[in-house]
C-alpha cells in the first residue's frame, strides 16, 4: 500500500489471516459462533427480565454480563467476518471506526472484570449476611451496582484511548485482526512512555481489584460454609460460587494471556488468536456456565422447551 496516496484517516487493517482454502469454513464456524453468543446470551437476558421468579439480585446482575457480552462479540465478530473474503492487501478501516472499535473492545474487558466482582459482592452477602440480604440488596441498590461497573469501566477505557487518540500518527497500518488500543499508539512516532505506564497501571488496578475482591470474598464463603453444619446451605454456596469462579477463571485467564503476548513480539500470531478468543470463548461459555449449573435457570428454560413440544 502506497501510504501517500491513501487519505491520512484511512487505515489498513490486517485482519484475520486465513488462506483462500480455508475461507468459507472459517467464516461459517466464527458466523454460527457468532450466533450462538447471540442468541444464547439474548435470550438468557430476556429470560431473566421477562420471568418474575427471577428478578432477583443475582439473576439481575448476571443480565450485564449477558448484555456486555453480546456487545463485545458484536464489537468484534461482525468486522472479521466481512474482511474474510477481503484480500488483506485491501482491508481498510477508517480511523474514526478504529478508535471507536478499540474503545468498545477495552470496554467489553472492563465491564467483564467489574461486573463479577460486583456479583462476587452479591453472593458474599447472601451466604455470609443472609438475614440482612433482603434490606442490602435491594432494587436500587442492582441499579446503583450495575450503572457503578459501567461507569468505572467507561472511566477507566476512555482516559486510556484518549490518551492514544491524542498523539500524531506517522504510520497507517494496523498488524492486529481487529483494532486495540496497542494498535491505536503503535500509529505513532512520538514516546508513548505514559501511555505504556498508564495502560498497564489500569489493568494492574482493574486485575488486582477483582483478584483481590473475589479471593476475599471466597475466602469469608469459605470459612462461613466450613463452620455451618447446614448441608442445603453449603451445597446451594457451592453450586451458585463454582459457577462465578468458573466465569471469573476463564476471563482472568485469557486478559493475562494477551498481556503477557503482547510484550514478546516473536509470537505476534499466538497473540492475535488470543485476543479474538477473549470477544469469543468467554461470551460463549458464560450464558451455558449460568444457563445450566444454576438449578432456577435451568428449570425456566426445561419449562419454556416442554411448553413449545
Known amino acids: 500500500m502506497d501510504n501517500i496516496t491513501f487519505n491520512m484517516d484511512i487505515l489498513f487493517l490486517e485482519g484475520l489471516k486465513v488462506t483462500p ?3 468459507v469454513p472459517a ?3 466464527l458466523l454460527l459462533i457468532y450466533i450462538f453468543i447471540m442468541v444464547s446470551n439474548i435470550g438468557l437476558a430476556v429470560l431473566i427480565l421477562t420471568e418474575r421468579s427471577l428478578h432477583q439480585p443475582m439473576y439481575l446482575l448476571f443480565c450485564n454480563m449477558s448484555i456486555n457480552d453480546a456487545f463485545g462479540a458484536t464489537i468484534i465478530i461482525p468486522r472479521l467476518l466481512s474482511d474474510i473474503f477481503i484480500p ?3 482491508r481498510y478501516i477508517h480511523y474514526y ?4 472499535q478499540a474503545f468498545c473492545a477495552h470496554f467489553h474487558a472492563g465491564i467483564c472484570h467489574t461486573v463479577l466482582m460486583i456479583m462476587a459482592f452479591d453472593r458474599y452477602v447472601a451466604i455470609c449476611n443472609p438475614l440482612r440480604y433482603a434490606t442490602i440488596m435491594t432494587n436500587r441498590m442492582v441499579v446503583k451496582l450495575s450503572v457503578s461497573a459501567w461507569a468505572v469501566a467507561f472511566l477507566f477505557v476512555g482516559i486510556l484511548v484518549g ?9 497507517w497500518t494496523i498488524f492486529n485482526p481487529f483494532c486495540d488500543n496497542a494498535s491505536l ?3 505513532s512516532c512520538e514516546n508513548v512512555l505514559i501511555i505504556h505506564i498508564y495502560g498497564l497501571g489500569m489493568a494492574a488496578v482493574m486485575m488486582g481489584c ?3 475482591s473475589v479471593m476475599l470474598t471466597y475466602l469469608r464463603i469459605a470459612k462461613v460454609c466450613l463452620s455451618s453444619k447446614n448441608k442445603a446451605l453449603n451445597s446451594k454456596a457451592l453450586q451458585t460460587c463454582a459457577t462465578h469462579l468458573a466465569v471469573y477463571i476463564i476471563l482472568l485467564l485469557s486478559g493475562i494471556i494477551i498481556i503477557t503476548l503482547h510484550r514478546f513480539p516473536h509470537l505476534s500470531d499466538y497473540r492475535k488468536l488470543a485476543s479474538i478468543l477473549l470477544h469469543v470463548v468467554p461470551p460463549a461459555m458464560n450464558a451455558v456456565i449460568y444457563g445450566l449449573q444454576i438449578k432456577a435457570v435451568r428449570e425456566k428454560i426445561s419449562i419454556i422447551f416442554t411448553r413449545k413440544k
Open 21 to 23: 482454502q480455508s475461507s
Open 27 to 29: 467464516f461459517i464456524l
Open 88 to 90: 488483506i492487501t485491501e
Open 97 to 100: 471506526e478504529c478508535v471507536i
Open 163 to 171: 490518551l492514544s487518540v491524542c498523539l500524531s500518527r506517522c504510520r
Open 185 to 187: 499508539f503503535k500509529l
Open 210 to 212: 477483582s483478584v483481590s
